[in-house]
């Protein structure tokens, strides 16, 4: 069935580090591809999204290529700060399903 | 000008009781949505409505209800209480099904 694979958390960086969250995907369909972000005590926000192959999503810094071939959807930041602590989600919209989240710290 | 809100923001009851959670979007979205996210931050769909219609009923226990009035709100229903419900229980809403949502700030309901 459609399923979302994230990396396990939690992941620790200096700031200023680059950042990749890795997101992999099975799907029968065409899905549509979201990254959110949940910061402590808050719900989800939308962060970047993609609805076809080879479309980029960007906010924030944050970036994610929907790649087709490798049925992937990584999330990447250059240079991440103290306040991009937080909790990510990859989602897939097809049926809808969430990775399980990944937990990121950053250290000043 | 909060565009979805859910009442109350936290719950603490004993078990066996019955309680309810409301959603209200001020977004115009058409389509609404329960998730519930345990401690480890899991986060699974239980119910999705569309127009007032149920689209989406995952497994879920059906001492869970979910009702929609109206395209603006959708409540969640929860008979019998049992300890195993304690979790944040997450609305959202989108424009269509397959279209980014947006969540409201969740409800943490404990029971004892």
């Known amino acids: 069935g459609d399923s979302v694979t994230q990396m396990e958390g939690p992941v620790t960086l200096s700031e200023e580090a680059f950042l990749t969250i890795n997101c992999t995907y099975t799907a029968t369909g065409y899905p549509s591809l979201f990254w959110y972000v949940q910061y402590p005590g808050e719900g989800l926000q939308l962060l970047l999204k993609a609805t076809k192959a080879d479309d980029k999503g960007s906010n924030k810094g944050f970036e994610a290529t929907y790649r087709k071939e490798t049925t992937s959807f990584h999330l990447e930041k250059g240079s991440v700060q103290v306040s991009d602590s937080a909790v990510y989600f990859c989602a897939l919209i097809l049926k809808i399903i969430f990775g399980k989240g990944t937990r990121l710290h950053i250290l000043p | 000008d909060t565009a979805v809100s859910q009442t109350p923001k936290y719950l603490v009851t004993q078990m066996g009781n019955d309680k309810s959670i409301k959603c209200e979007q001020n977004l115009g979205h058409d389509t609404m949505y329960w998730y519930k996210q345990d401690s480890k931050k899991f986060l699974k769909i239980m119910f999705s409505y569309n127009n007032k219609e149920l689209i989406i009923n995952e497994t879920v226990p059906n001492r869970f209800s979910p009702k929609s009035p109206d395209k603006a709100h959708l409540n969640l229903h929860i008979n019998s209480l049992e300890l195993g419900d304690s979790a944040v229980y997450f609305c959202?809403?989108?424009?269509?099904?397959?279209?980014?949502?947006?969540f409201g700030p969740g409800t943490r309901l404990t029971v004892t």
């Open positions: 959202a809403s989108s424009l269509g099904y397959y279209n980014e949502q947006y």
